[in-house]
């Protein structure tokens, strides 16, 4: 997993934000770019991906984003990462395979996130695992940070 804090680059007509580059250490290989929303009191958790590294940023209201390490080889195993971002804290989050993520509003605004992930989406066999945002194993409680619904 990383954590890297972005840097806009301002001028007089607003601002520019380098994301990700094909010539960055963090780069592995282009899949899709989308985006998603939140709107406040909604999770978008738990899920993670066998083959799929996700690369993530918050564009606009901040989001809390949620990392739990599930790998089993990890010497972070077993641990959760918590990230807010948006567009005053411009973060972007690497999200290997085999962790386990999921994201949320951190006030009354709906979150734009988007996804830079290392393979295209198979509708017909979606590489993608998912848990229940309230109940599962994880030591985590989205409802105490103001989630409700979604999943």
């Not at 580059?21 to 998603?36: I, K, M």
Request: hydrophobic letters at 35%; glycine letters at 8%.
């Amino acid at each position: 997993m990383v954590v890297r804090p972005l840097e806009p680059i301002p001028d007089e007509r607003g601002e520019l934000c380098e994301i990700l580059r094909s010539d960055d250490p963090l780069f592995e290989r282009f899949g899709q770019a989308y985006y998603t929303t939140a709107r406040p009191g909604v999770v978008k958790a738990w899920h993670c991906h066998r083959k799929q590294t996700d690369h993530m940023v918050s564009l606009a209201a901040p989001a809390l984003i949620v990392l739990f390490d599930a790998r089993g080889d990890s010497l972070t195993r077993g641990e959760i990462t918590e990230i807010v971002a948006g567009r005053s804290n411009p973060t972007l989050v690497r999200i290997p395979p085999g962790v386990y993520h999921g994201f949320t509003p951190t006030g009354g605004e709906e979150i734009l996130v988007l996804n830079i992930p290392t393979e295209p989406y198979d509708r017909e066999q979606p590489d993608e695992q998912r848990l229940d945002p309230f109940d599962n194993d994880i030591d985590f409680d989205w409802r105490a940070r103001g989630a409700s619904e979604g999943r």
